[in-house]
């Protein structure tokens, strides 16, 4: 049996108020090592929500998230942090790159806040990511400086800085033209086939969900179906 690297049981996750809303609701998911998972559904579906909850970015009201089947439901913040650091990588729709800092230090600041590695042995590893994701010429330029794809290229080699099992992305694709998108996609899918990271991806576009592996589809913060995709290789 596959390990699994994350599990989400029975997560619900309501926002008080007056008019209490529910955002994720009695969620079970596994995500297992080398596979590429589409999180879909309509705007307000709870797909984003579900995915921060997954990496423990935000907390259930009720069940439980395990990472590599450790408990997180009251694990305390420094703990959950060092394990956000070590075992998850994150790529949003806007890149969020500093826009102060070369692509070198800004792919360079996870691993600064893990604090396993030297400053030379951090810089020597984030050039080595950007070299091997085409932005070699790129390292010293200021987000500002390169376009929409390359920035999101940095976001993905940030997000690798540490290694981590598993890649996070929300709408990766989601403000890039068709170019970029398919390029963005090709690089995430070689992630899995060729370095054998786990990538789940919440996504709008049905027709890149279906070359993943599995599609999640949410509705009203529930699954309603969990389906292997119809082209996972095309």
Known sequence: MSEI???ARKVTRILPGIVPVTLVQDVDLKIVPREFVAITGVSGSGKSSLLYLLGLLDFPTEGDVLIRGQSTSRMPEDERARVRLAELGFVFQFHFLLPEFSLT???GLPMRALGALS????RDRAEALLDSLGLADHRSKRPDQISGGQRQRVAVARALANDPP?????EPTGSLDSKSTE??????RSLVDERGKTIVAV???????????RQVRIADGR???IEKATRAHA
Not at 119 to 122: C, D, V
Not at 166 to 170: F, G
Not at 183 to 188: I, K
């Open 223 to 225: 699954i309603v179906a």
């Open 166 to 170: 598993v890649i996070l992305a929300d």
């Open 5 to 7: 690297l994350i599990e």
């Open 105 to 107: 230090e800004n792919v």
């Open 119 to 122: 400053a030379g042995e951090i």
């Open 203 to 213: 996504t709008h576009d049905l027709e890149l969900a279906s070359r993943m592996d």
């Open 183 to 188: 390029q963005v996609f090709q690089l995430l």
